[in-house]
Structures are given as structure tokens and as C-alpha cells.
């Protein structure tokens, strides 16, 4: 089992970009000259001079005067031609770094990713731990982001179901134990980056995650979290005998897609999530013999789809949930065998929650007596 994939290259904005000398101390000078000769105006408009004093004369004074002015311009000059130096300096010294940086953290990089394809459990949690750790010491955003797709791409890869406890399997059980915990470790550390306010060390919050097709048969914390500005991907995710959380999450000016996911066997908490000028889909999402837990979550400014989900066999809770100046759509949504609650929420009656559930509610259903009255 091997993962492999190249570090991003780098934004064009990052690259170093200086002009010749010739130009920038010309552009540089004529900056001068015109600063300082709108500065003369001002004064001279601003004290209201309405002539200067001529005389026929050169006294020794003005001579003095007018010597001290040419070394303080040719200062001045030497000055400004120390300070694009200077600079430029400064910028190819930072460029340099940038690229040692870069190149350091290109080969510690190779490294982690040899070990994900170590056939040793405990050399592929040492790789875990090393791409995490280079995420968080990323000279840029583009070198973090390529660490997490890695991380997320070997959850996504397949991996040998449990054998069972069979005495007859019990190495084969043993393997998958171990190699199940470099996956759950994957999980946790997701869920420990993403809790930590952005800008923070350590956090990954803005950055995209990928979870398509992954099992995730592990506990995943994001109370809390933020989700802005980036795309989350749970599509086709099977989450599965784990608990995860999303209580207190705020989703704003993000993507965060569950479509197609199962949830079975799981608790999943939305509990006071605050979904807001964003979209959340679960669309297809099938919500089967586990919890899933809205209760108290607000949706507003946002779009959120659970058009074509089935609800079966298990509870989904929307009790106390608030819709608001938000647009909630449960089209084409089955409900059968399973509980779902809406007492207590309130706000608009989401689109097409109605028809899906019928006209007294389906048996499992609770609804508010207001969205009672609003039933076509």
C-alpha cells in the first residue's frame, strides 16, 4: 500500500519578482522629487505666500545656505539609493529562505510519505504524525494543504476488513487492529486541527478536506470548529460504528458536502451547529440505525439540501432547530421506520418537508403544531 503525491507548486504571488536597479531607483527618485514637490505647494498654499523676496546679491549666507542644500539633496540621494538596495537585498535574502524552507520541507515530506507505505503499523503512525507535523510548520498554505490531501487520500485508500477473532486469523486480526489505529489517529488528528481558531499554530481550519468514500469507523471531534471559506467533502463517507461531533460548529462561506453518505451505527452531533451563508448538502444521505443530532442547530443564510434522503431505522433530531432567511429542502425525502423530531423548532417549515412526511405527519415524525397549520 503506497501513497504518493508531489508537493503543489507555489502560487505565483510567492515567487520573487524584482525590478532592474536602473528602474527602480528612477522610479524611486521621481517618487521623491514629486512627494517633495507637493509638499513645497502645500506649505507654500498653505502659508499663503504671495511673493519671494529677490535681491541682486549672493552674500555669503545664502552661499552657505545654498552648499548645505546640495550635500543634504546628494545625502538625500545616497540615502534613497542605500534604501532599494537595502531592499532589494532584503527581498532576495527572503527569497532564499523561502526556497530553503521549501526544499527542507520537500525532503522531510518524501520521507513521511515513504513510511505511509511502510508494511510496519508503527512506521506508517510515525509517518501520520510527521505529515502532520510538517502541515503545521508549512512555510505556506499550498505545502499544508498538500500534506492534508495526503493524509485524507490514505484514508480513502482500501484496506482489509477485519477477519474476525478466529483463533485460526489472529495475526490477520492483530494486523488490522494496529493498521486500524493508524487510521483512527489520522481522525483524531483531523478533528485536534480543525478545533484551533484560525490563524492559530496548528490550525487547519480553512484549508479543503477531503473525505469522500472514507469509513470512518472512528471518533472525530469538531466541536466548535469553523468551516469558512473551504470546501469539506464527507460525499459517499460511510460513517460507521463512531462517534463524531460538529456541536458548536459554524459552517459560513463554505461547501460541506455529506451527499450520498450513510450513517449507521453512528452518532453524528450537529447539536448547536450554525449553518450560515454556505452550502451543506445531504443529498441521498441515508440516516439508517444510528443517531444523527440537529437539536438546537441554526440554519440560516445558507442552503442546505436533504433532498432524495432516507430516513429509516434510525433517529435524526431537529428539536429546538431554528430555520431562518435560509433555504432548507427535503424534496423527494423518505422517512420509514426511524423517529424524527422537530418539536420545539422554529421558523419557516422547510421546503418540501411536508409533502415528504404526509399530511397528518408519517408515524415516527413530530412536528410543531404551526407547521401543522401551514400543510397544504
Not at 532589494?88 to 515513504?114: K, P
Not at 430516513?311 to 424534496?331: E, L, M, N, P, W
Not at 422517512?335 to 397528518?360: C, E, I, N, R, Y
Request: proline residues 4%.
Amino acid at each position: 500500500m503506497t501513497v504518493s503525491r508531489k508537493p503543489r507548486s507555489l502560487p505565483d504571488e510567492q515567487k520573487l519578482r524584482l525590478w532592474g536597479v536602473g528602474w527602480a531607483l528612477a522610479l524611486t527618485f521621481a517618487a521623491t522629487v514629486l512627494a517633495a514637490g507637493g509638499t513645497l505647494y502645500g506649505l507654500v498654499v498653505l502659508l499663503d505666500f504671495q511673493k519671494i523676496d529677490t535681491t541682486a546679491k549672493l552674500d555669503a549666507r545664502t552661499l552657505f545656505d545654498l552648499v548645505k542644500l546640495s550635500f543634504g539633496v546628494v545625502a538625500g540621494a545616497g540615502a534613497l539609493v542605500a534604501l532599494v538596495v537595502a531592499y532589494r537585498r532584503q527581498r532576495v535574502d527572503e527569497a532564499g529562505a523561502h526556497r530553503e524552507a521549501t526544499r527542507l520541507h520537500t525532503e522531510r515530506f518524501s520521507q513521511a510519505v515513504d513510511k505511509l507505505g511502510s508494511d510496519s503499523p508503527a512506521v506508517r503512525l510515525g509517518g501520520v504524525h510527521a505529515l502532520a507535523g510538517l502541515a503545521d510548520d508549512a512555510p505556506d498554505d499550498s505545502l499544508r494543504q498538500t500534506c492534508i490531501d495526503v493524509l485524507c487520500a490514505y484514508l480513502q485508500l482500501p484496506f482489509t476488513p477485519d477477519p474476525g477473532t478466529d483463533p485460526a486469523h489472529q495475526d490477520e486480526h492483530h494486523r488490522y487492529l494496529a493498521f486500524r489505529k493508524v487510521r483512527h489517529t489520522i481522525l483524531r488528528l483531523i478533528g485536534d486541527h480543525y478545533r484551533r481558531p484560525k490563524g492559530t499554530h496548528r490550525s487547519w481550519q480553512s484549508c479543503d478536506l477531503d473525505l469522500t468514500g472514507v469509513t470512518i469507523d472512528g471518533n472525530i471531534d469538531f466541536q466548535s470548529a469553523e468551516f469558512s471559506g473551504s470546501t469539506v467533502s464527507f460525499t459517499g463517507a460511510e460513517f460507521s460504528g463512531s462517534t463524531v461531533y460538529f456541536s458548536g460548529a459554524t459552517f459560513s462561506s463554505s461547501t460541506v458536502l455529506f451527499g450520498d453518505a450513510t450513517f449507521s451505527g453512528s452518532t453524528v452531533y450537529f447539536s448547536g451547529a450554525t449553518f450560515s451563508d454556505g452550502t451543506v448538502s445531504f443529498i441521498r444521505a441515508e440516516f439508517s440505525g444510528g443517531d444523527v443530532a440537529f437539536h438546537g442547530a441554526e440554519f440560516s443564510g445558507s442552503s442546505v439540501e436533504f433532498s432524495s434522503a432516507e430516513f429509516s431505522g434510525g433517529t435524526v433530531d431537529f428539536r429546538g432547530a431554528t430555520f431562518s432567511g435560509g433555504t432548507v429542502y427535503f424534496r423527494g425525502a423518505t422517512f420509514s421506520d426511524g423517529t424524527v423530531h422537530f418539536d420545539d423548532a422554529t421558523g419557516a417549515v422547510p421546503q418540501g418537508l411536508l409533502t415528504a412526511v404526509g399530511t397528518p405527519p408519517h408515524a415516527g415524525v413530530t412536528l410543531p403544531a404551526a407547521w401543522l397549520l401551514s400543510a397544504p
